[in-house]
């Protein structure tokens, strides 16, 4: 069973900023990690992702606002937040794909239990 670490949730007022943090535990090898969200009554989204590679993708909402980056070592995804705006409240959640070994093709996910981002003054 693999467990996603989720920190850096909070209350945080308009324009300023929050770095979330996802680590993901056990020997496994990371193919990709991104952040999705969901707020009440709204649909689950993708927010950013980014391969063990590097190559990113963000959701139009968030461009320009939010980095997404990695450390493949320590599997471990951040979601660095600026700019933030009411429409950014939602429970933010971990999201990994991955597979058991670094040879095998096979391909798992798992997920974060969710951290409340808060945007309000």
């Known amino acids: 069973q693999v467990q996603l670490v989720e920190s850096g949730g909070g209350l945080v007022q308009p324009g300023g900023s929050l770095r979330l943090s996802c680590a993901a535990s056990g020997s496994i090898f990371i193919r990709a990690m991104g952040w999705y969200r969901q707020a009440p009554g709204k649909q689950r989204e993708l927010v950013a992702g980014i391969t063990t590679g590097g190559t990113e993708n963000y959701a139009d909402s968030v461009k320009g606002r939010f980095t997404i980056s990695r450390d493949n070592a320590k599997n471990t995804v951040y979601l660095q937040m600026s700019s933030l705006n009411p429409a950014d409240t939602a429970v933010y959640y971990c999201?990994?794909?991955?597979?058991?070994?670094?040879?095998?093709?096979?391909?798992?996910?798992?997920w974060g239990q969710g951290t409340q981002v808060t945007v309000s003054s």
């Open positions: 999201h990994a794909d991955y597979s058991p070994f670094t040879w095998s093709a096979r391909r798992y996910d798992a």
